[in-house]
């Protein structure tokens, strides 16, 4: 059962930066076609933030579009968000999602990690 697992979520002031990384355990992240990084404030509902494809082709949302970098390092099986100029409403617990070709929702989901930005 492929499981996705972040780290480097934590607490820092606005203008920071963070680097999150999905790690992809008992599987290769090349089996998926999409991965993705979504997060949930408190109070919120779950957003997407930003994708990337097997092609390397990135998209983002608009509240994160030059701030933030996704990534994907095929040979180490993770999935990178460098998230800069953090601003206090980008705190929220962000999750990576898996999504296999064909399937039209992301199935695979891992645990989040927090990210707390303070003035």
């Known amino acids: 059962q492929v499981q996705l697992a972040e780290s480097g979520g934590g607490s820092l002031q606005s203008g920071g930066s963070l680097t999150l990384d999905c790690a992809v355990l008992s599987g290769d992240i090349t089996h998926f076609y999409f991965m993705a990084w979504f997060r949930q404030a408190p109070g919120k509902e779950r957003e997407w933030v930003a994708a990337i494809d097997s092609d390397g082709s990135s998209t983002y949302a608009y509240s994160v579009k030059d701030r933030f970098t996704i990534s994907q390092d095929n040979a180490k099986s993770t999935l990178t968000l460098q998230t800069d100029s953090l601003k206090i409403e980008d705190t929220a617990v962000y999750y990576c999602?898996?999504?296999?070709?064909?399937?039209?929702?992301?199935?695979?989901w891992g645990q989040g990690t927090q990210v707390t930005v303070s003035s």
């Open positions: 999602a898996g999504r296999k070709c064909g399937v039209p929702k992301y199935e695979y």
